[in-house]
């Protein structure tokens, strides 16, 4: 599809505003970066359409410059294949203070996820470790600051021929692409006319949900379900959190499109039990399928899955923080997402079909107080700090979930996936 095609471009547009105006919030006078996974290095170059809809959309909100990072997972195959062995430890040397600078001066961030599930599945693992974790080290000042929501950022999907044939392996090109982007428009709930009046709704309910679970101000969760049977504490002033944040600019914004969760954050030395994920994780172009985890005082001490396993037990070894979990969330079964009946090979997606755990950094904005807590202190409250954060899927049509108040009395959350 080119820029030039019609109703296609009229709804790239419209998905363009919708994620600059109902997500990002871009205000006036604010500049704007849009970036990509931090394995490409940049947004790919086969999104272009769709990046140059969002610069013309961020130019009629106000911004008086909009720049991009752009990439191409060609060029960090190539790497992986001939680069020398002892490299991959190695990050760009202006990449990271860029992003800082950025932030601190209140400007608005932008990443758009094309990506290819498969890219990297027949490259040694040993080397995508390396790789992921030397990205992560370097980024992480920045994904301190993302996390205590220093300005107003939002993560997109853009469709790619590779991801569309994971995704729709039935259809044949262009079909595939196209029942794609189609998703990734019902999921955003973007209406025909472009009306964004759907998703405000929505994000209207979802902080009803937030609101109602932090009355509540749970001890813990119970989850139960095949193959799982973990108790998740939560710490004394934790925050429930829906689809939208307030940064510390004081900017309304929507972190995620498209968004089903509310989320906060579990006490990083509460969790015991056991986890099976529901779905398969898509990590740095490697799929991570049959994750099983046990956790005993916060830690998962034992992980195992049946494919992907190295690249798993890498991402929880990267720090002290990587094995202990940073997020939780609740997902409704009956998600947009999760009836598509589709698997989207992309976190983003996948997670909003699905309740799930993060490993890793916990958003400090998911504690009263949290932005303000130098780390010793909010490690202190029951936070974690790691420089990965993943999410991974435990959500399905058999899970409960059961709040666990102060006084030991359990109410039931969910049942059969669903709210109850």
């Known amino acids: 599809m080119t820029d030039f095609e019609s109703p296609f471009a009229d709804r790239l547009r419209q998905y363009a505003d919708a994620a600059i105006t109902a997500g990002l919030n871009l205000r006036p006078g604010q500049r704007l970066l849009i970036i990509g996974p931090r394995t490409t290095g ?19 909100a106000g911004a008086p410059l909009v720049e991009v990072l752009w990439g191409d997972e060609q060029l960090a195959l190539a790497r992986l294949e001939h680069a020398p062995a002892e490299s991959f430890s190695l990050f760009s040397a202006w990449q990271a203070a860029a992003l800082i600078e950025h932030v601190e001066a209140g400007h608005a961030v932008l990443s758009v996820y094309a990506n290819d599930p498969d890219l990297f599945k027949d490259q040694p693992t040993d080397r995508i470790a ?5 990205a ?100 004394e002033g934790h925050v429930w959190v829906s689809g939208q944040s307030l940064s510390l600019k004081g900017v309304t ?7 089903e969760e509310v989320f906060t954050m579990p006490h990083k030395n509460h969790v015991d039990g056991i986890v099976t994920a529901s779905k398969p994780l898509s990590h740095g172009g490697v799929m991570i399928e049959n994750i099983s985890l046990r956790f005993a005082g916060g830690r998962a001490v034992e992980a195992s899955a049946s494919a992907g396993e190295s690249v798993l037990k890498s991402l929880i070894a990267s720090d002290e923080g990587a094995a202990r979990l940073g997020e939780i969330a609740l997902v409704p079964h009956s998600s947009p ?65 059961d709040g666990i108040l102060s006084s030991g009395a359990t109410e039931p959350l969910m049942r059969a996936g669903e709210w109850a």
């Not at 390396?130 to 030397?134: H, I, K, V």
């Not at 600051?145 to 044939?165: H, P, Y």
């Not at 692409?177 to 759907?198: K, N, Y």
């Open 130 to 134: 390396t790789l992921q974790q030397a």
């Open 253 to 259: 914004f929507a972190p995620n499109m498209p968004t």
């Open 42 to 60: 940049g947004v790919s170059l086969e999104v272009a359409p769709l990046v140059r809809q969002l610069a013309a959309s961020a130019y009629r």
């Open 136 to 235: 992560s080290r370097a980024l992480q000042p920045f994904s301190e600051r993302v996390g205590r929501n220093g300005t107003n950022w939002l993560v997109m999907c853009g469709g790619t021929e590779r991801w569309a044939a994971k995704v729709y392996p039935e259809l044949e090109p262009p079909a595939r692409l196209e029942a794609l982007w189609g998703a990734i428009f019902r999921m955003c709930r973007l209406s025909g006319d472009g009306s964004s009046a759907a998703w405000q709704r929505h994000l209207e309910a979802l902080a009803r949900r937030a609101a109602a679970l932090n009355a509540r101000q749970y001890r813990a969760l119970r989850y139960r379900g095949p193959g799982t049977d973990l108790v998740v504490g939560l710490p």
């Open 337 to 401: 997402i999760s009836q598509s009946g589709r698997l989207f090979y992309n976190t983003l997606f996948d997670e909003n079909a699905a309740s799930h755990l993060a490993f890793g950094s916990a958003y400090r904005f998911t504690m009263k107080n949290g932005e303000a807590l130098e780390e010793q202190a909010f490690a202190a409250a029951g936070g974690n700090c790691s420089m990965v954060h993943v999410d991974f899927m435990i959500g399905h049509q058999a899970l409960e979930v």
